[in-house]
């Protein structure tokens, strides 16, 4: 991990955003194409792994969003959701944002409203 | 105790304000419901579903009921915090250096 990303923690929420040197397009191919997803995400296509995390691509909207099942069977009753946003920026880059955590994540509206720490940080 | 029941509980935007104000120590009922913008009897249905999560301890003194965060009630997701709060900046690493490999 670089000093650039940063990573939030929400006590069922972990984010990780970042700026990208590379095309929304590019990274589209990298968070869509089982080979590539392969090579980075440490974690088999659903059904296939027995051991370790599994995910299975739910959702794609076309270089701006993808949303992946997430299961690990360490944790089975875990936050089922990994999503990924991309926002286009100039030069080429893209602001990558990774978000694991509940299905219908309601965590920016307390974000929004709270100056406190983390409660997982504080707790 | 378990997992689920504990990320089920954390879940909800109101049960997580009620385990931040305990953040602070202890409080009675009428304390808890200050600020939070919801009735005693939903409050309450908050607090028991975190009881029964074991997120929070309550303690009777008289008439009154203190409610304080319970010490190991987050234990499971301070596990799979601690595990994802490692594992995704490593995946984005990887992923950054997938990228330059990649053909354009």
New interface residues.
């Given amino acids: 991990m670089t000093p650039m990303d940063e990573v939030r923690t929400e006590p069922d929420e972990v984010v990780v955003e970042c700026e990208m040197e590379a095309s929304p397009e590019k990274l589209w191919r990298a968070l869509t194409e089982e080979a590539f997803l392969s090579d980075w995400l440490d974690a088999s296509p659903s059904d296939e792994g027995m051991e370790g995390p599994s995910y299975r691509l739910i959702e794609a909207e076309p270089y701006s969003r993808v949303c992946y099942a997430w299961h690990d069977p360490d944790h089975p009753d875990a936050p089922p959701t990994v999503t990924i946003e991309l926002e286009r920026l100039p030069a080429g880059r893209t602001w990558f944002r990774l978000t694991h955590g509940p299905v219908a994540s309601a965590n920016h509206v307390v974000a929004a409203n709270t100056n406190r720490p983390p409660l997982a940080m504080a707790a | 105790m ?3 029941d504990v ?2 509980a ?4 109101t049960r ?2 009620v ?2 104000r305990l ?1 602070d120590g202890e409080k009675n009922a009428t304390e808890l419901r200050e600020g939070l913008g919801i009735s005693q009897p939903a409050v309450s249905q908050h607090v028991a579903v975190l009881r029964s999560a074991g997120l929070i301890a309550e303690k009777k003194n008289g008439r009154h009921v203190h409610y304080s ?1 319970a010490p190991d009630g ?1 234990a499971p ?5 601690t ?3 490692a ?14 490999e ?1 053909d ?1």
């Fill in positions: 378990n997992e689920s990320f089920r954390l879940a909800d935007p997580r304000a385990l931040e953040l965060l987050l997701v301070f596990d799979w915090l595990r994802y709060r594992f995704w900046p490593a995946r984005v690493e990887r992923l950054k250096t997938l990228l330059k990649m354009q």
